[in-house]
């Protein structure tokens, strides 16, 4: 049976989730993060041989030209046709992303931004649980269209030294330019700092465990990061006519990501958080990844509301990775929504379509982070750079201001600096 909380008398709130790091696994991460800086591969050969079982010494650190077609004629066609069609889907709507350059001109003054891309990134793929070709669609796609010359994966190896064919094939057909069998913090550091086989990269991109994860926060600054991930979340407001058991299935669905998955079914309704809690024990005898689905149910919790408008304030303050409104009028509910990584919208908008790739990114911010940040989209993998051209007399015409401004701030070489141009520009 799951926990029950009942808002609607007591005036509780949600909680987000909170990404706690063990102090242990800060400063392991810390000295794996120097040992890469300092020792390069042979790191990530000692590391892997340890946490992977991998020999790293005799398959070499990146995955080769060989492997790769290997893995191509290794995937069976329809898993191949799968992968093609959701970097399709992929490439399609991530061009909408990325910013565009623009101009203007305005009392003398020509200004504008341009888009440029980044130089490198490196995408994470995770490798423990399941072997994951969509994440690396999903953080190889937006780096492949916004135009970004070399593009790593970094991805954990199997016991053998080999990297998943699906994996592989996916890779290659998104775009990535290399791809390093090496997975953990050490990954992270080989991204950050390179390595005699890895380059350095200007980005890390993609979700990890804690050590990951960690690792990630400790070097952003040195590189760009896209964010610090926590378990997987799920909320699911839910009203009126509704299939208990297709919202159990919801349920369950989200909970096979990982043990500490947090998902929340808040309703009015009563006597519908009562019939999806039974559908809900009904599906668990058929459901595969027990053990990880039994860990995370024990997360679930039904959130009993007084009304709908109660729904989205509590669904705003948890702020989850997924949010799925199953109401007969979702889009009336989502102007009431200011905090979800990503919103599907009515009962035959399943989460996980959006995690292969129909109109979502499965990057998607966690532990209360998408009050502040969204999920990975084609425009993370560009900067935008402010331009300008000043004639004579726009020099002139505004130099009074901006120098009045710049001495009251104690300033006085930059106001001399812009003077300086007016006065020239006043003996023309």
Not at 2 to 12: A, F, I, N, Q, Y
Not at 29 to 50: A, T, Y
Not at 148 to 171: F, K, M, N, W
Not at 318 to 344: K, M, Q, S, T, Y
């Amino acid at each position: 049976m799951l926990e029950l909380l009942d808002l609607r008398e007591r005036g509780g709130r949600l909680e987000p989730s909170k990404l706690e790091i063990d102090p242990a696994i800060t400063e392991t991460v810390r000295q794996i993060l120097q040992r890469v800086f300092v020792e390069g591969d042979d790191v990530l050969v000692e590391l892997s041989k340890l946490f992977d079982g991998a020999d790293l010494a005799r398959s070499g650190i990146l995955v080769t030209e060989r492997e790769f077609a290997h893995a191509e004629r290794e995937t069976p066609a329809e898993l191949r046709t799968a992968i093609d069609a959701l970097i399709d889907r992929l490439r399609g709507f991530c061009d909408r992303q990325i910013p565009r350059e623009w101009w203007d001109e305005h009392d003398g003054i020509r200004f504008g931004e341009i888009v440029r891309p980044l130089a490198s990134v490196g995408c994470y793929v995770p490798g423990g649980r399941a072997k994951y070709p969509s994440t690396v669609a999903m953080t190889v796609v937006p780096a492949s269209e916004a135009g970004v010359d070399e593009i790593v994966v970094c991805t954990p190896p199997q016991r053998d030294g080999s990297i998943h064919a699906a994996v592989l094939y996916a890779a290659k057909r998104a775009g990535a330019t290399d791809v390093a069998r090496t997975g953990g913090a050490q990954a992270v550091a080989a991204m950050a700092y390179g390595t005699e086989s890895i380059p350095s990269v200007d980005r890390i991109v993609g979700p990890g465990n804690v050590y990951v994860t960690e690792a990630k926060r400790q070097v952003a600054g040195f590189v760009g990061i896209d964010g610090l991930a926590g378990p997987s979340e799920l909320a699911i407001v839910a009203d009126g006519d509704v299939d208990p058991r297709m919202a159990a299935l919801d349920l369950i669905a989200q909970a096979e990501h990982d043990p500490e998955a947090r998902t929340f079914f808040v309703t009015p309704d009563g006597a519908l958080a009562e019939k999806v809690d039974a559908a809900l024990e009904q599906e668990l005898v058929h459901v595969g990844r027990r053990e990880i689905v039994d860990l995370a149910i024990r997360h679930t919790k039904l959130v009993l509301v007084r009304d709908l408008e109660h729904a989205a304030a509590a669904v705003n303050d948890v702020a989850a990775e997924h949010l799925l409104l199953l109401l007969d009028e979702p889009e009336d509910f989502l102007p009431g929504i200011r905090n979800a990584g990503a919103i599907f919208l009515g009962p035959w908008s399943a989460v996980p379509f959006g995690d292969y790739g129909l109109a979502s990114n499965h990057v998607l911010p966690t532990a209360g982070t998408a009050r502040f940040s969204s999920g990975l989209r084609a425009a993370d993998y560009v900067t935008i750079t402010s331009v300008m051209r000043m004639s004579p007399d726009a020099a002139a015409h505004f130099s009074p201001g901006t120098s009045t401004l710049a001495r009251a701030e104690g300033l006085v070489g930059h106001a001399k600096a812009m003077e300086a141009r007016a006065d020239e520009a006043g003996d023309r």
